[in-house]
């Protein structure tokens, strides 16, 4: 990695099988076998619960967008050819929420309460979940 590289994920033990899941562009979420909450991001034990019985469930990749903001200029290193770009916090129908970027149409228009979906996008050999726009979805005016 150059000093100008974008920085990626690097997988822990506990958050292992949410990575390899995308790599295989499959979108998890980890859950609790104690008390069945879901939890994002991947930890060691349940917050909840405080249980080690830790698995995995295939999310659909649905949700809203909890916050949105664009990255025009002065990007952090790394992140220079990306421009313009931008990023949300998602807070999914499983009722977590992660960060992440949203890509594609209308992306530069995203806001506050807009569904959006899960996608996959390669950077240099890691998958990382992203998210679009749900074209189907119903707006938050309707
Ligand atoms: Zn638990």
């Known amino acids: 990695m150059t000093a100008t590289a974008r920085p990626l994920p690097v997988p822990s033990a506990w958050s292992a099988g949410y990575w390899q899941a995308a790599a295989e562009r499959r979108f998890v979420v980890q859950e609790c076998k104690s008390c069945d909450k879901a939890i994002m991001y991947p930890k060691r034990v349940c917050p909840h619960c405080l249980g080690e019985n830790l698995g995995w ?3 659909a990749g649905r949700g809203e967008i909890y916050a949105v ?8 290193t790394g992140f220079a050819d990306h421009l313009p770009y931008v990023i949300a916090v998602i807070r999914l129908d499983e009722g977590v929420q992660l960060m992440s ?11 506050i309460g807009d569904r959006v979906v ?21 707006t938050r005016d309707a």
């Open 69 to 76: 903001t664009a990255q025009l200029a002065g990007p952090p």
């Open 118 to 138: 899960v996608d996959f996008e390669e950077v240099e050999g890691t998958v990382l979940p992203v998210f679009r726009l749900d074209a189907g979805a119903e």
């Open 57 to 59: 469930r295939v999310s």
């Open 101 to 111: 970027n949203i890509v594609g149409d209308g992306a530069l228009g995203a806001r």
